[in-house]
């Protein structure tokens, strides 16, 4: 079995099939015996979730590695997608000496380069990614966020331009 590390959910099932496929390729096989290898062993590469979704597929119904991969990756690819949003949403902070007005600038225009991000996580992670230690309007709205409890991009924006003279 080549060294490869088990898929479990958190990665991206592309990069685990290539991953995977280098390996048994470059593991010195003969050309007609590298399709069997990789539909044998490829279920030694999963763990949790993923061993149970593999488990669970119905017997003969993969006759060669690019149905397996190309299931696999339907099978994973939403997952991943929603944990890559939420991650990326949540990564986007306030600066230092940012101001925020161009801190709400910069938060839309990065949310709208993500795949589409519920309303509610956009205005949780805004929340979040305000830098209380930063100015004093940037602390009062981050408090009157968390007070009312913001739960959509429009209140957010409402709230901001309803303190901006703060």
Same mark, same amino acid.
């Given at each position: 079995?080549?060294? %490869?590390?088990?898929?479990?959910?958190?990665?991206?099932? &592309? *990069?685990?099939? #290539? #991953?995977?496929?280098?390996?048994?390729?470059?593991?010195?096989?003969?050309? &007609?015996?590298?399709?069997?290898? =990789? =539909?044998?062993?490829?279920?030694?590469?999963?763990?949790?979730?993923?061993? #149970?979704?593999?488990?669970?597929?119905?017997?003969?119904?993969?006759?060669?590695?690019?149905?397996?991969?190309?299931?696999?990756?339907?099978?994973?690819?939403? $997952?991943?997608?929603?944990? $890559?949003? *939420? $991650?990326?949403?949540?990564?986007?902070?306030?600066?230092?000496?940012?101001? %925020?007005?161009?801190?709400?600038?910069?938060?839309?225009?990065?949310?709208? =380069? =993500?795949?589409?991000?519920?309303?509610?996580?956009?205005?949780?992670?805004?929340?979040?990614?305000?830098?209380?230690?930063?100015?004093? $309007?940037?602390?009062?709205?981050?408090?009157?966020?968390?007070?009312?409890?913001?739960?959509?991009?429009?209140? %957010? &924006?409402?709230?901001?331009?309803? *303190?901006?003279?703060?």
């Amino acid at each position: 079995m080549p060294k %490869v590390s088990k898929y479990d959910r958190t990665s991206d099932p &592309h *990069k685990h099939i #290539t #991953t995977y496929t280098a390996a048994v390729k470059g593991n010195d096989l003969d050309p &007609h015996e590298i399709e069997s290898v =990789l =539909l044998k062993i490829f279920g030694e590469t999963l763990t949790r979730g993923t061993l #149970t979704w593999y488990s669970l597929l119905p017997e003969n119904s993969i006759y060669s590695f690019e149905m397996l991969a190309d299931s696999f990756i339907k099978a994973h690819a939403g $997952a991943r997608k929603v944990q $890559a949003q *939420k $991650a990326d949403i949540f990564r986007i902070a306030q600066g230092e000496s940012e101001l %925020v007005r161009e801190f709400i600038t910069r938060f839309h225009k990065k949310r709208m =380069l =993500l795949p589409e991000v519920p309303d509610e996580w956009a205005a949780e992670a805004f929340t979040k990614g305000l830098n209380s230690r930063s100015l004093d $309007a940037s602390r009062k709205l981050k408090e009157i966020l968390l007070e009312f409890q913001a739960t959509t991009w429009e209140n %957010v &924006h409402n709230r901001y331009e309803s *303190k901006k003279s703060i």
